[in-house]
Structure formats: C-alpha cells, structure tokens
C-alpha cells in the first residue's frame, strides 16, 4: 500500500481489444472494425467470449465446436494467461463467408500531470507488436472521433 509520500505510479497498465470482421474468408477487406480499452484482463476476455457466444449458433457445426471449446474450455483461459504475462492473444471465426479476428494487447497508459497519455500501435496489426509511440489521449490518439482509420494491409 503506498503511504501519503509516495508517489502513484505514471503507468498503469490497460488492454487494447479489437474485433475485425473482413468481407469474406480471405480476409482481404475489412467491413467492420470495434475497438475498445478495458483496465482488466479478465474484461477483455469477457467481451471476447460474449461475441463468440452470440454468434455461435449461426456457424456450421465444426466451426462451432472450435469456437465454443476456446469459449468454455483452455482456449480463453490461456489467453488470459498469456495477458497476465503481459503477451497479447486472439481467436479469429468465419461466419457467414466473412472471417472475424479478436485481438487483445496490453499497453501502459501513462498519466503525466494532468494528461494521459496512450501508445500508437505501429507496425504490424493482430497480435504482433513491433513499435509504439505516444500521443495525448483523446485528440492526438489515432482511434479516437474524428480521426479516420485505414484499411491496414493483411499479411500474408
């Protein structure tokens, strides 16, 4: 427990949840794009599986197999091991001809006076980080209104 003297710490950890839906299989366009902060790992899994449990019955019976035994079973608790251990994780589904991708990533927000400050995620998309920046939070940060984001190439 800090004392009155000491200091709180600049850096707080959150975690970076993103859901892309691409307009078919391929995963060539992407059609849909959610992007939320939650401060726990246990919520950023938590969002993850009520999007899976919604959309599992619409899926072929294999696919939902997969799908709920990453739900329900070592699936989801590995990936939230794997946040605990400050590594990100995912689960992609196709459903209905489009392919669907969750990611999760930790990052540090930093609060610095009276700013906070968030990382820009450069680089790769998906689960491998390769650099951040950072900017003010909310008019500099690149996710927040009224910026535009851009179709990020997939790689192959």
């Known amino acids: ?91 992609s589904l196709s459903h209905r001809g489009a392919w669907i991708e969750w990611t999760v990533r930790p990052y540090a927000v930093l609060h610095v006076g009276d700013r906070t400050r968030l990382p820009v995620l450069g680089g790769s998309r998906g689960c491998g980080l390769s650099s951040f920046s950072f900017a003010e939070h909310p008019a500099q940060h690149p996710y927040a209104p009224g910026h535009e984001i851009l179709p990020v190439a997939r790689p192959r």
């Open 1 to 91: 427990m800090l004392s009155d003297s000491e200091p709180e710490s600049p850096a707080v950890q959150a975690f970076w949840c993103e859901r892309i839906t691409f307009r078919t299989i391929e995963a060539d366009e992407m059609a849909e794009i959610h992007r939320s902060s939650t401060p726990s790992p246990a919520d950023a899994i938590r969002q993850i599986r009520l999007d899976v449990h919604s959309l599992a019955p619409e899926v072929p019976f294999l696919e939902r197999h997969r799908a709920l035994s990453w739900v329900d079973g070592g699936g989801c608790i590995g990936a939230l091991g794997s946040l605990h251990r400050g590594e990100p994780c995912g689960f």
